[in-house]
């Protein structure tokens, strides 16, 4: 049986996916850049080609590897494969939206955990993403701060390092994210209490993020983060 809510102190999060409908934002920009060169473009066929592009070899860190990703993918939609376009769909990154339970959401969770975000996003993107979100965090580990990106293992093992600075330990972390790519999997196998929050559960596939060599199943499963500060409400209410 899954650990309950209250006996965790903190509460780890994915951002990009989790939190923030990057796959809205990026196809919105895309959408945009179609509209003016006079083509229309299948959004989650566009997501497929962006999830290719995205995790080739030469991937660079994100969102900055979206000019990159742009020059790859535009050709297959008919788009102008120019630099400039790139450019702006990395820059729309600080215009994309959190969805629209999560501010609330956080907002509850922090007035009973330490809430830590956990992005391979680099920092400038997340400073962005906090203001959507509230700014809810303790503490944030980025991709600059870590020096590398989920799911390696060296990633948690520096948010493991913080709370340790603190006197805890990964047993009193709940992860909480959407990717079983990058985050699902490792955490368990890491040893830690998982949540998996579902946000394509009304959609066929795995959209922009990369799928997993196999299904992990979580330890607590929702489809939002609404459902997920629900259900800690309840369980604190049980509990007291």
């Known amino acids: 049986m899954a650990r309950g809510f209250s006996e965790f102190e903190y509460m780890t999060f994915d951002v990009v996916g989790t939190l923030i409908d990057f796959e809205g934002g990026i196809t919105t920009c895309l959408a945009g850049i179609a509209a003016e ?3 229309a473009i299948d959004g989650e066929a566009a997501l497929a080609l962006y ?3 995205r995790y080739m070899p030469d991937a660079g860190l994100f969102p900055d590897d979206l000019v990159r990703v742009y020059i790859v ?3 297959q939609l008919g788009l102008p494969a120019e630099e400039k376009y790139g450019v702006r769909l ?3 990154a600080r215009a994309w939206q959190g969805f629209p339970d999560s501010a609330a959401a956080l907002a509850e969770l922090a007035k009973s955990h330490k809430l830590i975000a956990m992005t391979n996003a680099r920092r400038w993107a997340l400073d962005h993403f906090e203001r959507q979100l509230g700014s809810p965090f303790f503490a944030t580990f980025t991709a600059d701060d870590t020096g590398t990106a989920k799911p390696d293992p060296a990633f ?3 948010v493991f390092d913080f709370v340790a600075s603190r006197g805890d ?3 009193d972390i709940l992860h909480v994210a959407q ?3 990058h985050d699902i999997g490792i955490s368990r196998a890491l040893g830690m209490t998982n949540c998996w929050i579902e946000r394509r559960h009304a959609q066929t596939g795995y959209g922009g993020t990369i799928e997993p060599e196999r299904f992990t199943v979580p330890d607590h499963h929702f489809t939002s983060m609404a459902a997920l500060a629900a259900a800690v409400r309840e369980s604190l209410k049980e509990r007291a």
Do not use: C, H, L
Request: hydrophobic share 30%; net charge positive; glycine share 4%.
């Open 37 to 39: 060169a006079g083509v």
């Open 90 to 92: 990395r820059d729309s």
């Open 73 to 75: 993918i535009a050709p």
């Open 51 to 53: 999830r290719q592009a």
């Open 156 to 158: 948690f093992q520096k």
């Open 169 to 171: 330990s990964k047993d």
């Open 179 to 181: 990717s079983q790519y």
